[in-house]
């Protein structure tokens, strides 16, 4: 079966693909698409904005798609940068300059209050609009500056206590068998045989 994956975030598609590999399924990407919607991600909730993209993309292409919405929460900030990870910086901000402002905002405070958690939701929409969501959750803390040079976004700056490390300093397939997004698939991978059976 084929499946889009509603992201052109380099990165996300690398580890979707990696844990779909021994899946019946074909991953297409978006810049492997033609003409796809421009999708506004206006949403309040991680849920509200995969939902709105795997939907927009699927009655686009008439295909199975799945999309995630991610990002990071930091409790000394109320939650922030939430839906807004991405662009945390500004519209086309890149991964650099979102991170300089994560810094910036919790200058001051101290390591012991910088608690934060990676959160993903996993929307799997059908063309006829049938949705099922998949969530992950994978808490953490910000470090005062970076360290490491793999995984992207804010994983330089994600430290886990219990592995000792930053997640751009863990090996991809540690990181996913641990990541939100790596619970939020293995979720998403368990149903698929049931998923199929409703097409």
């Known amino acids: ?100 402002r994560l810094l910036q905002e919790l200058e001051g405070v101290p390591e012991s209050e910088r608690s934060a958690a990676f959160v993903c939701d996993l929307a799997f929409v059908l063309p006829d609009g049938r949705c099922w969501h998949f969530t992950g959750k994978m808490a953490g803390r910000i470090l005062n500056e970076g360290r490491g040079t793999g995984g992207f976004g804010y994983d330089p700056l994600f430290y886990l206590e219990e592995h000792g ?6 090996p991809l397939d540690r990181k996913n068998a641990i990541s939100h997004r790596g619970q939020a698939l293995r979720r998403f991978r368990e149903a698929l045989p049931k998923l199929l059976r409703t097409l």
Do not use: W
């Not at 975030?9 to 019946?24: C, F, M, S, T, V």
């Not at 490390?165 to 863990?170: H, K, P, S, Y």
């Open 1 to 100: 079966m084929k499946i889009v994956v509603a992201t052109s975030n380099a990165g996300k598609l690398k580890e979707i693909a990696r844990l779909l590999a021994d899946q019946p399924v074909e991953l297409i990407n978006l810049a492997d698409l033609d003409s796809v919607p421009e999708i506004v991600e206006d949403g309040d909730t991680f849920a509200a904005n995969a939902e709105k993209k795997a939907l927009t993309v699927a009655r686009a292409t008439g295909q199975p798609t799945l999309a995630d919405d991610s990002g990071l929460t930091v409790a000394a900030l109320g939650g922030a940068p939430g839906v807004h990870s991405a662009r945390y910086a500004g519209e086309n901000a890149d991964d650099a300059a979102n991170n300089r």
């Open 165 to 170: 490390c930053t997640l751009a300093e863990m």
